[in-house]
């Protein structure tokens, strides 16, 4: 039986498994990932249990509306948090220290898989080089805001 109490390392620990595995859902990745993460959680029934739980949570994360895409990760987010703090409270501490290992492993392998970028909404997230190139006095960007075209004053202009 575990002492019940996390310290601040092992709780952020908890929290990034559940960003993790809403990152590694639907990546080439994943299939190995649940797996993975079903063994941390021990083996027969219970292993099966979390493989539901998993694939759940990827069908939903899948399933999602643009509008609640959102709301439903990070609501998996914290669901799988709970589950990984819970876990590790149960843990006796020598199963704890190889259970954090193996969700540090977890964590690294969802990060390789996304990219490690991501963006909120409006955002763009970009892993990897980009180069944006305008021709013919044309304007270009990755995203654009509001934009005057013509020319720009004069230098010393009055701009106020």
Do not use: C, Y
Not at 1 to 23: E, K, P, R, W
Request: charged share 25%.
């Amino acid at each position: 039986m575990g002492v019940g109490v996390l310290d601040q390392a092992l709780i952020a620990l908890a929290s990034a498994g559940g960003v993790a595995v809403v990152q590694a859902a639907g990546t080439d990745v994943w299939q190995g990932f649940r797996e993975r993460v079903a063994r941390t959680f021990g083996r027969g029934a219970a292993q099966e249990a979390i493989l539901a739980r998993l694939d759940r949570t990827a069908a939903e994360l899948e399933n999602a509306a643009p509008d609640e895409a959102e709301q439903v990760r990070d609501a998996a987010v914290a669901a799988w948090r709970i589950r990984f703090r819970d876990l590790m409270e149960d843990l006796d501490e020598g199963d704890r220290e190889q259970a954090a290992a193996r969700l540090r492993e977890l964590v690294d392998l969802a990060e390789q898989a996304g990219g490690g970028v991501s963006a909120a909404d409006e955002g763009i997230a970009i892993g990897g080089d980009v180069h944006i190139q305008a021709q013919n006095q044309a304007a270009a960007a990755v995203k654009m805001g509001e934009v005057t075209i013509g020319n720009p004053p004069s230098p010393g202009a009055d701009q106020s």
